[in-house]
């Protein structure tokens, strides 16, 4: 199995990224999907959750009405769009599958069954 985190980059703030995570090895639709990010110096945080189906989404409330989540089981492939980033979005963002957690567990545990290597995010102000 392999999770494989692109799009990410520097960007000025107010500006715009779209990330991806592309699977392979397993069917995505079975798993609930996440990102988390881990900036300098920091602990991981969640960041966002969308369920097997996308009919259950849910969002750390720093990012709130800027990121949004989607996913393409067709493409076995996650998407995070970012918009209005800040500096303080500067970190590496990692993309992970659980087949038995809901959203509602992501926020609380990060023991996930698989973890991609991450992409850089660099916001400038």
């Known amino acids: 199995v392999q999770l494989v985190e692109s799009g990410g980059g520097l960007v000025q703030a107010g500006g715009s990224l779209r990330l991806s995570c592309a699977a392979s090895?397993?069917?995505?639709?079975?798993?609930?999907m996440g990102w988390f990010r881990q900036a300098p110096g920091k602990e991981r945080e969640f960041v966002a959750a969308?369920?097997?189906?996308?009919?259950?989404?849910r969002y750390v409330d720093s990012v709130k009405g800027r990121f949004t989540i989607s996913r393409s089981n067709a493409k076995n492939t996650v998407y995070l769009q970012m918009n209005s980033v800040k500096p303080e979005d500067t970190a590496v963002y990692y993309c992970?599958?659980?087949?038995?957690?809901?959203?509602?567990?992501?926020?609380?545990?990060?023991?996930?069954?698989?973890w991609g290597k991450g992409t850089l995010v660099t916001v400038s102000s």
């Open positions: 992970a599958a659980d087949r038995s957690k809901g959203v509602d567990d992501l926020p609380r545990s990060y023991d996930m069954d698989y």
């Open positions: 090895g397993l069917t995505l639709n079975n798993y609930v």
């Open positions: 969308i369920s097997r189906g996308s009919g259950f989404i």
